[in-house]
């Protein structure tokens, strides 16, 4: 198994936000990780990418061990650098001021594999997302929303990550760029990427996962392949519309 999250309990202060959840990543999947507002979804991703407090709470209990290891005490850096993990963060968090192209280089400082590696990644997200090669030398605060979430996904790729954690994607989007988004990522699943995706639209993240977690303040009380939970009752009428 990539990743294991196994009776993970995390705090902030006094405040327990995660109560002992467990669940997986395999190589090659997308697995979606569902909840409404306040479940613990954006927690979840913060304490996988090992971001220290106040941006991520403390692990009081369990663990999460990528490729079989635990990772509790890695630094932040080293789970993007070593283990070729980065997050896609809600709200994007692009720097406004620079360029397109200034945005995805900064992604790339810390890679060693040459510029020739880093150029063919250029070509590759530029022809991922086409509008932001019409817009490289564009400053991005004046991108749209869905540029700026292309971007956003762009910027994660040029740090030569095989493991993409995304939050809330869809927000803000119009329904064509949604899919649009959702289109790509699948795309680069099929092209090998392992992907963990915190979604409150569930009807389209189950479209695209393979599989799904349901998260209800802190703890998972629904999972199962993406099929098995769409025709779920509880699931259908509590996230579905039906």
């Excluded at 913060?46 to 663990?63: C, Q, T």
């Excluded at 005490?73 to 896609?88: A, G, I, Q, S």
């Excluded at 509008?131 to 564009?138: F, I, N, T, V």
């Amino acid at each position: 198994m990539l990743l294991e999250i196994e009776n993970l309990k995390v705090r902030y202060g006094t405040i327990e936000a995660l109560h002992g959840i467990s669940f997986s990543v395999d190589k090659g999947e997308i697995v979606a990780l569902l909840g409404a507002n306040g479940a613990g979804k954006t927690t979840t991703l913060h304490s996988i990418m090992r971001l220290p407090p106040p941006e991520a709470p403390k692990v009081v209990e369990g663990d999460i061990r990528f490729r079989g290891q635990s990772i509790l005490t890695t630094e932040p850096y080293d789970v993007v650098r070593k283990m070729n993990m980065n997050l896609v963060p809600e709200g994007r968090h692009i720097f406004g001021n620079l360029s397109v192209y200034e945005n995805l280089w900064i992604a790339t400082t810390a890679r060693t594999d040459g510029q020739e590696n880093i150029d063919k990644d250029f070509e590759r997200v530029f022809s991922l997302f086409p509008r932001l090669a019409e817009r490289k030398r564009q400053q991005s605060e004046s991108l749209s929303g869905g540029e700026q979430q292309m971007l956003a996904v762009g910027r994660a790729l040029m740090s030569k990550c095989d493991v993409i954690l995304l939050d809330e994607p869809s927000m803000g989007l119009a329904p064509l760029l949604m899919y649009e988004l959702f289109r790509t990522l699948k795309q680069l699943n099929e092209e090998g990427m392992t992907i963990l995706v915190v979604e409150q639209n569930a009807r389209v993240a189950l479209q695209f996962a393979h599989r799904g977690y349901v998260l209800d303040t802190g703890e998972i009380v629904a999972e199962g392949p993406s099929a098995t939970l769409m025709e779920d009752p509880e699931v259908k009428k509590a996230y579905l519309g039906g």
